[in-house]
């Protein structure tokens, strides 16, 4: 693996930072909250965009029934948002690395299969529907 040879300083910092947000955080995640469940994440989206349009509050209290009534309870995790063979390092020693962090977000793990399916052009899987249940006599 070659090194890396940082760039000139620039000022009285060698590397700029690439978020104008003061503290130990860097780029568009930075300061953004965290949310127990994807529930709770919607819902938080849904309040903001009703602040800032008002008319769209018929529109958010529709989806809002219909989120309430879906399974919505999974964690939002970490995600790259940007997996690609070019941004996977194997260093001479230590772990793998992978680079290009921008694009991240708090998401569904499950969100990088729909991606691939999408990309592969896979078909749609056949829907589960509950076993019948005898009628009573």
């Known amino acids: ?11 009285a910092h060698p590397w700029p930072s690439p978020s104008p947000r003061p503290g130990p955080h860097a780029g568009r995640l930075a300061g953004a909250p965290r949310h127990r469940t994807w529930r709770d994440y ?9 602040a800032a349009a008002p008319d769209l509050a ?10 309430d009534a879906t ?6 995790k970490l995600l ?11 260093p001479t ?9 921008e694009l991240a977000a708090f998401g569904d793990p499950l969100s990088y ?7 592969l052009d896979l078909p749609d899987p056949p829907r589960r529907t509950p076993p019948r249940t005898p009628a009573r006599s």
């Open 80 to 90: 790259h948002h940007d997996l690609q063979p070019g941004h996977l390092v194997r």
């Open 58 to 67: 018929p529109a958010a209290a529709a989806l809002r029934r219909e989120l």
């Open 42 to 50: 919607l819902h938080n989206r849904l309040d903001t965009y009703t």
């Open 113 to 119: 299969l729909a991606r691939l399916a999408v990309r």
């Open 1 to 11: 693996m070659t090194s890396l040879t940082p760039p000139p300083t620039v000022g």
């Open 93 to 101: 020693s230590g772990k793998p690395l992978l680079l290009d962090w």
């Open 71 to 76: 399974d919505a309870d999974t964690e939002p």
